[in-house]
C-alpha cells in the first residue's frame, strides 16, 4: 500500500479494519524503510550495454537543514539491447546543479553502463556540462518537444505562436537531415525581420534538436523527445503526491525508488518491445 500511494496514516486505519489490530503510522514508516536495503541493491546492480538513454528530472518537496526545499529527483532511463526499456537509475539531490548530475552519470558509467549511441534530454545547462565531462564522445539529442515550448517565449505576438509551432514541426518531420536544414534556414530568414531575437534563437537551438536524424528512421520517434519519462513522471508524482512534504532525501529517495524498481521490472518483463533494435533483413 505504501509504495502504491497511500498514506501511511491510512494503511494504519486500513489494518487496523482488516486485521484487527492497530499498526501505527511510525509502524508503517519502520516497515517502508526495510525497503531500502532491497532497493539500494537495485539502484547499484550493474549496468550493460545500453544504445539509447534519456535523462530527466522532477522535483519534490523535502525538508532539508531545517526548511523546505524542491529537491531533483535526476532519473535515467534507457533501452536495453533486446528493445525493452530499464530505469537505469535514480538520484535526489539539491538541484539539478552540474556536480548532481555529473556524478549521477559517473555512478551509472562506474557501474558498467556502456555502448551508448544517443542521450535524449532536455537543455540544461548543469546536464549538459556533466554529459560532457563524463561522455564527451557520445551524440546528444536535445528534447524537440521541449524546445517547441521554449520557442514561444521568443515569439512577439500571440497570434504568430501556431505558425511557428507549424514550422517547427515541419524541420522536426522532415524526411532527412539535408531537409530539416533547408526548412530551419528559411524558417530563420522568413523571421529575420519581423522577429529577429525568435530568428536568432532558432538558428542557435534548433540544430541540437537535429542529432536524431544520424539513427534509423523507424527508431527517431522514440528518441526525438523525453516524452516517455515525462509520463512516468506523472506516475511517480501519482504516488509522492500523498506525502506532499518527505521528512528528508532518504524517505523521498525510497518511495520514487519503490516506483521505478516496479515500472522497470514490468517493463523487462513485458512482451512488448519499445524499439526494434534488430538490423533489417536485406532481401
Given at each position: 500500500?505504501?509504495?502504491?500511494?497511500?498514506?501511511?496514516?491510512?494503511?494504519a486505519?486500513?489494518?487496523?479494519?482488516l486485521?484487527?489490530?492497530?499498526?501505527?503510522?511510525?509502524?508503517?514508516?519502520?516497515?517502508?524503510?526495510?525497503?531500502?536495503?532491497?532497493?539500494?541493491?537495485?539502484?547499484?546492480?550493474?549496468?550493460g550495454?545500453?544504445?539509447?538513454?534519456?535523462?530527466?528530472?522532477?522535483?519534490?518537496?523535502?525538508?532539508?537543514?531545517?526548511?523546505?526545499?524542491?529537491?531533483?529527483?535526476?532519473?535515467?532511463?534507457?533501452?536495453?539491447?533486446?528493445?525493452k526499456?530499464?530505469?537505469?537509475?535514480?538520484?535526489?539531490?539539491?538541484?539539478?546543479?552540474?556536480?548532481?548530475?555529473?556524478?549521477?552519470?559517473?555512478?551509472?558509467?562506474?557501474?558498467?553502463?556502456?555502448?551508448?549511441?544517443?542521450?535524449?534530454?532536455?537543455?540544461?545547462?548543469?546536464?549538459?556540462?556533466?554529459?560532457?565531462a563524463?561522455?564527451?564522445?557520445?551524440?546528444?539529442?536535445?528534447?524537440?518537444?521541449?524546445?517547441?515550448?521554449?520557442?514561444?517565449?521568443?515569439v512577439?505576438?500571440?497570434?504568430m505562436?501556431?505558425?511557428?509551432?507549424?514550422?517547427?514541426?515541419?524541420?522536426?518531420?522532415?524526411?532527412?537531415?539535408?531537409?530539416?536544414?533547408?526548412?530551419?534556414?528559411?524558417?530563420?530568414?522568413?523571421?529575420?525581420?519581423?522577429?529577429?531575437?525568435?530568428?536568432?534563437?532558432?538558428?542557435?537551438?534548433?540544430?541540437?534538436?537535429?542529432?536524431?536524424?544520424?539513427?534509423?528512421?523507424?527508431?527517431?520517434?522514440?528518441?526525438?523527445?523525453?516524452?516517455?519519462?515525462?509520463?512516468?513522471?506523472?506516475?511517480?508524482?501519482?504516488?509522492?503526491?500523498?506525502?506532499?512534504?518527505?521528512?528528508?532525501?532518504?524517505?523521498?529517495?525510497?518511495?520514487?525508488?519503490a516506483?521505478?524498481?516496479?515500472?522497470?521490472?514490468?517493463?523487462?518483463?513485458?512482451?512488448?518491445?519499445?524499439?526494434?533494435?534488430?538490423?533489417?533483413?536485406?532481401?
Amino acid at each position: 500500500m505504501y509504495v502504491q500511494g497511500v498514506s501511511t496514516r491510512k494503511v494504519a486505519a486500513i489494518t487496523e479494519k482488516l486485521c484487527g489490530f492497530e499498526v501505527s503510522s511510525s509502524d508503517v514508516s519502520r516497515a517502508a524503510a526495510e525497503l531500502d536495503e532491497t532497493l539500494q541493491a537495485w539502484r547499484e546492480r550493474p549496468l550493460g550495454m545500453m544504445p539509447y538513454v534519456t535523462l530527466d528530472a522532477r522535483y519534490e518537496k523535502v525538508r532539508h537543514g531545517g526548511s523546505v526545499i524542491s529537491a531533483a529527483v535526476l532519473i535515467a532511463r534507457g533501452v536495453l539491447p533486446n528493445g525493452k526499456r530499464t530505469i537505469l537509475g535514480v538520484s535526489v539531490s539539491l538541484s539539478e546543479a552540474e556536480v548532481h548530475w555529473r556524478t549521477f552519470l559517473q555512478s551509472l558509467h562506474a557501474r558498467g553502463m556502456h555502448g551508448i549511441q544517443l542521450f535524449t534530454s532536455d537543455s540544461h545547462a548543469g546536464l549538459k556540462k556533466a554529459l560532457e565531462a563524463v561522455f564527451p564522445t557520445v551524440p546528444w539529442q536535445r528534447c524537440q518537444f521541449h524546445l517547441q515550448q521554449n520557442a514561444q517565449a521568443y515569439v512577439p505576438k500571440k497570434s504568430m505562436q501556431p505558425e511557428v509551432s507549424s514550422i517547427l514541426r515541419s524541420v522536426f518531420l522532415a524526411p532527412d537531415e539535408l531537409e530539416a536544414k533547408r526548412l530551419l534556414g528559411n524558417a530563420v530568414k522568413k523571421y529575420e525581420t519581423k522577429a529577429p531575437e525568435l530568428s536568432s534563437w532558432m538558428e542557435q537551438n534548433v540544430p541540437e534538436s537535429l542529432t536524431v536524424f544520424a539513427f534509423p528512421e523507424a527508431h527517431r520517434p522514440k528518441l526525438r523527445t523525453t516524452n516517455d519519462l515525462e509520463r512516468v513522471n506523472r506516475e511517480i508524482k501519482r504516488r509522492t503526491q500523498v506525502a506532499s512534504l518527505f521528512p528528508n532525501t532518504a524517505s523521498c529517495l525510497r518511495l520514487v525508488s519503490a516506483v521505478l524498481m516496479e515500472l522497470s521490472e514490468d517493463w523487462e518483463t513485458s512482451d512488448h518491445t519499445y524499439i526494434n533494435l534488430e538490423p533489417k533483413k536485406n532481401n
